[in-house]
């Protein structure tokens, strides 16, 4: 018995999920997934299957539907499943297996990281408004999404010395050389969030994310041009690499 | 009380429970665990969280066997069934009077998704019902032949029986098991966590209710519902009361605990045994042989309580191969060896002294005891912390104690030896119950017992490795550590370890609904 939500986007196979009810690991999901969903102004184009494992991280797997998402969270730590669950999905709505290895990949899990801490902090805000009741006593956990993120927040901003751009600059080549720097992608991460949690429809340009190569961007200054030039003029979606541009690089 | 009991811990268990009940199909399984341990607890609660999973719910049926004839046995489960409001739900059941009939009650209930729980199954081995295994195994048969999604959970607290119950090759149940729970006591991280929520986070008194109950829920939780205890400043008082409240005085709900644990399986010479092990806590194949010289040959009572009944530990110095002649025995079960060496002759004496003064002339042995438990519970807590990965010396062996006595001198003893071979760094530990004992005469005969060591055929090899010296003490004084640190010595107390423990990357625990019968509410 899996337990599959109403419209049948989401389920969560049975497994050793230790205390937690599927019912009320689905309802944790789906919060995540509607506050992710509704910045992005999209839904994946498949439903998704979450299971429990016992390695270290979690994933989503490629060429599958619908998407398989392994979180390597369990019990009833809500925080945890939010975070690795938002993360993946971000994977999944920036079509991730479009282009698989690039130099810029490091982006791509920074901004799933961001969609972590931006998920958390929504939450926080939402689960004391409005609980969902398969969960036993929400809004009373609410503020621990808030501590969750902040606390992470506050361990990747520890290691910046001086200002972002210029810790970018000395940064940048780590980062092209391994995507899964998790404290490097967190410091972007971290220093991003702000702006996204002010304007949530910065998101909406990152459905666009890997829809040109981006091996024809040997600099990530171009990689955010080629970024530009994707999104329609008429909309506000380019404003999103150009407050990024702002934020990370040297003017 | 300070706050209502809940279900702590058990989350792999519970997990693997709830992923059997799911899966809708046939099964049979056995959990296994001492008395007290929380067997039925975890299929309730088991059952409870698979309610929000399937709100149609799964119906159960919990029969403990009795220690009787199957006239009884059939009286009880027909009115167990009546009380979970499943006596009309299979015509056999009206007709269940003899262990055939119950056994095809069993079979129908299945049939019908419910889960059928039978405790104390161990029971069954010999006496009047020693047919059921036999009776269950064509039932079990038949119903993994059909697609039902009912099961039975058999649940037994004495290990060895139901080992020859379940998985004997001659028995009629054998290799029919779909799943087993060993349940053993809580992790050190749950303790920790009810020591919090239930008024015992000073480590003193965590350390005197360790020695008492060690990771044994119901014990717990008999410590939780004392009233008025927490306003008792002083250590000796507060543990006076508890020992009163729980052990000696009339009605006490631990009063006879001991007496029914023991009462379950050991014959004389085998409680003789366990009681020279009990007065001195630890003790060699000579000492027991000195102290109990009608029993020519302890070796095959020795060997019964070890590896069937598993009262008795048999510790080897680290590293000594198991060939090595250096064994030493003691009670494997914290509670039991509370028991055995000081509870038990307390209990006796407070039918004709006041409770009160009996419990004050425990504390001295329960203070003795403390010692021993401590070094047990450091061994176990940085083995735990080291699997949680939160540990500042990860180990890749076990951790234990080392001694040695030769014959020309220059005995050897420590408390704690702990590795890690892929850094190749060694720490040594002396534990106290008192951290003022960690004097200079102590650290000085500390150095020399650990530089005996290293001259050692087991010891030399750590001669090159980086080498970590460490005192344990449940808590140390601010400017004591202050001072032994200054001087090189690596000190930590039950808080490191409680913090290392509760320390959780993956945050918050959020709740979740207790069941009824678990909370006390039904």
């Given at each position: 018995m899996d337990a599959t939500s109403n419209d049948g986007r989401l389920t969560v196979v049975n497994?050793?999920?230790?205390?937690?009810s599927l019912a009320s690991i689905l309802a944790v999901l789906e919060s995540a997934f509607r506050m992710l969903t509704s910045a992005f102004g999209a839904r994946p184009d498949a439903p998704i299957h979450i299971s429990r494992w016992h390695q270290e991280n979690p994933q989503v797997v490629f060429g599958q539907r619908p998407y398989q998402i392994f979180l390597s969270t369990g019990d009833t730590h809500w925080s945890q499943y939010v975070f690795q669950f938002s993360h993946e999905l971000c994977h999944v709505l920036t079509g991730f297996e479009r282009y698989r290895e690039h130099r810029h990949k490091w982006f791509e899990e920074s901004l799933c990281e961001l969609a972590s801490l931006f998920v958390l902090r929504r939450l926080a805000d939402d689960w004391k408004l409005q609980p969902p009741s398969a969960v036993c006593q929400a809004a009373e956990f609410a503020p621990n999404h808030q501590m969750y993120a902040l606390s992470r927040e506050q361990r990747h901003l520890a290691s910046v010395r001086g200002d972002l751009p210029s810790w970018f600059a000395a940064n940048i080549g780590k980062l092209e050389a391994n995507r899964y720097d998790r404290v490097r992608t967190g410091v972007v991460a971290a220093a991003l969030l702000p702006r996204f949690l002010q304007e949530p429809s910065l998101w909406k340009a990152c459905r666009r994310l890997n829809s040109w190569d981006p091996n024809g961007d040997p600099v990530f200054g171009g990689y955010l041009d080629s970024w530009c030039a994707g999104l329609p003029r008429n909309g506000l979606e380019f404003r999103t690499p150009e407050t990024i541009r702002g934020i990370l690089l040297i003017p | 009380m300070s706050r209502r009991w809940g279900f702590y811990g058990r989350e792999d268990e519970i997990g693997r429970l709830l992923d059997c009940f799911r899966r809708q199909r046939w099964f049979f399984g056995a959990i296994r665990g001492r008395r007290r341990i929380g067997k039925t607890a975890l299929v309730q609660q088991a059952l409870a969280t698979h309610l929000e999973d399937d709100p149609r719910g799964r119906r159960c049926l919990m029969v403990q066997l009795p220690d009787s004839t199957p006239a009884d046995f059939a009286e009880v489960f027909r009115s167990t069934a009546n009380q979970s409001g499943l006596e009309g739900l299979v015509p056999e059941m009206s007709e269940a009077r003899t262990l055939p009939a119950i056994a095809a009650a069993i079979g129908s209930l299945c049939t019908k998704g419910v889960i059928v729980a039978l405790d104390e199954f161990q029971t069954c081995l010999r006496g009047p019902l020693r047919a059921l295994p036999s009776l269950l195994q064509s039932q079990v048969d038949y119903l993994q032949d059909i697609e039902t999604e009912g099961g039975i959970i058999v649940l037994g607290s004495v290990q060895a029986k139901m080992e020859m119950l379940l998985?004997?090759?001659?028995?009629?149940?054998?290799?029919?098991?779909?799943f087993n729970l060993n349940l053993g006591p809580w992790d050190l991280r749950t303790v920790f966590h009810v020591c919090n929520l239930h008024r015992a986070h000073d480590p003193k008194r965590f350390l005197t209710l360790w020695t008492l109950f060690g990771g044994v829920p119901q014990y717990w939780r008999h410590f939780a519902e004392?009233?008025?205890?927490?306003?008792?400043?002083d250590w000796r008082d507060w543990a006076a009361e508890v020992c009163a409240s729980l052990f000696l005085r009339t009605g006490a709900p631990l009063h006879q605990e001991g007496e029914m644990l023991l009462q379950h399986e050991l014959r004389r010479t085998s409680l003789a045994i366990l009681r020279v092990v009990a007065e001195r806590t630890r003790c060699s194949y000579a000492d027991l042989r000195r102290a109990v010289p009608e029993v020519t040959s302890p070796g095959p009572y020795l060997k019964t309580l070890i590896?069937?009944?598993?009262l008795i530990r048999k510790d080897l110095p680290l590293l000594a191969g198991d060939g090595a002649r250096r064994a030493r025995y003691s009670i494997s079960d914290p509670f039991l060896r509370a028991w055995t060496a000081a509870l038990q002759h307390a209990c006796m004496a407070a039918r004709t002294r006041p409770s009160a003064e009996v419990a004050r002339l425990l504390i001295p042995r329960l203070s003795t005891l403390e010692g021993y438990a401590f070094e047990e519970l450091v061994h176990l807590a940085t083995e735990e912390v080291s699997s949680a990965g939160t540990s500042e010396f990860p180990v890749t062996a076990p951790v234990g104690g080392y001694w040695k006595r030769p014959r020309r001198g220059g005995e050897i003893e420590i408390d704690m030896i702990a590795r890690n071979e892929g850094t190749r760094r060694v720490r040594f530990g002396s534990c106290k119950r008192n951290p003022r004992e960690h004097d200079d005469e102590s650290l000085a005969s500390f150095r020399r017992h650990v530089k005996r060591f290293l001259q050692t055929d087991e010891g030399k090899r750590f001669s090159k490795w980086d080498q970590e010296w460490a005192l344990y003490s449940p808590r140390f004084p601010p400017l004591q550590r202050g001072r032994l640190e200054t001087d090189g010595w690596i000190c930590r107390d039950l808080l490191d370890f409680r913090h290392r423990l509760t320390r959780s990357d993956a945050g918050a625990t959020g709740a979740f609904v207790v069941s009824d019968k678990v909370a006390g509410r039904g």
């Open positions: 497994g050793n999920w230790g205390r937690a | 998985q004997d090759s001659r028995t009629p149940l054998f290799g029919r098991t779909t004392i009233e008025n205890i927490d306003p008792i400043p590896h069937d009944l598993r």
